[in-house]
């Protein structure tokens, strides 16, 4: 049974401040990470893939990925009202065959004006 | 360039009734993917569907629910004899690159609400 865990949150974070959002996987043969942000009643918005250990940055959005310690987090920098979403953490498994990603249940992030 | 459609966005049915919901893909893309989201729930995989093949619908309930993607024509998830506990969003997704399942776009889902 694959799994993906997140903190249901909600996280508060101040305007301006750094948002961590965390997610852990429970598949050692994942091999592809994803976070999908959704705002309420939307559908989700990939913005940020991952596959290798290490950083990688786009923008404001950093995700960070670990797999010996089975572990991916999103960092959102200088946050703002509108980054204020439920986000997704995905994970795919390599030969996994053809079933879909799995999902985290989403971390809900507040960023307080 | 028109992302993934789903229709209708909101349906309400009574239970025992059929739920049909329709989603046509990114022009392009001839994987899709349906999901399920219940509230306060993570999304969770149904089906994997290529243009008239079922992939892998290790997701799907067993009874009431099946899917299809036609040769021509939106792919249809169809609830037959609804209950309750079927209220939720679904969600479909497409993507050009197949079984790498990489790169999904997201429609804008069907809120299916039985009464």
């Known amino acids: 049974q694959k799994e993906v865990e997140q903190n249901s949150g909600p996280l508060s974070v101040p305007e301006g401040a750094i948002a961590s959002l965390n997610c852990t996987y429970s598949d050692r043969g994942s091999q592809s990470f994803f976070w999908y942000r959704q705002y309420s009643g939307k559908s989700p918005e990939l913005i940020m893939s991952i596959y290798s250990n290490g950083d990688k940055e786009d923008g404001r959005f950093t995700a960070q990925l670990n797999k010996a310690s089975q572990y991916v987090s999103l960092l959102i920098r200088d946050s703002q009202p509108s980054d204020s979403a439920t986000y997704l953490c995905?994970?795919?498994?390599?030969?996994?065959?053809?079933?879909?990603?799995?999902f985290g249940k989403g971390t809900h992030l507040i960023i307080q004006p | 360039n028109a992302g993934v459609m789903q229709n209708p966005r909101h349906l309400v049915r009574r239970r025992g009734q059929e739920a049909r919901l329709r989603c046509s893909p990114m022009k392009g893309h001839s994987h899709v993917y349906w999901y399920r989201q219940l509230p306060e729930e993570g999304l969770k995989f149904m089906v994997y569907l290529q243009k008239e093949n079922i992939i892998d619908e290790s997701g799907m309930p067993k009874e009431r629910f099946s899917a299809e993607f036609p040769k021509e024509g939106p792919s249809i998830l169809r609830i037959q004899q609804v209950v309750r506990g079927d209220s939720a969003a679904y969600f479909c997704a497409s993507s050009p690159y197949g079984a790498t399942n990489e790169k999904l776009f997201f429609g804008s889902g069907t809120q299916l609400s039985v009464l």
């Open positions: 995905a994970v795919l498994t390599s030969g996994g065959g053809a079933d879909g990603l799995t």
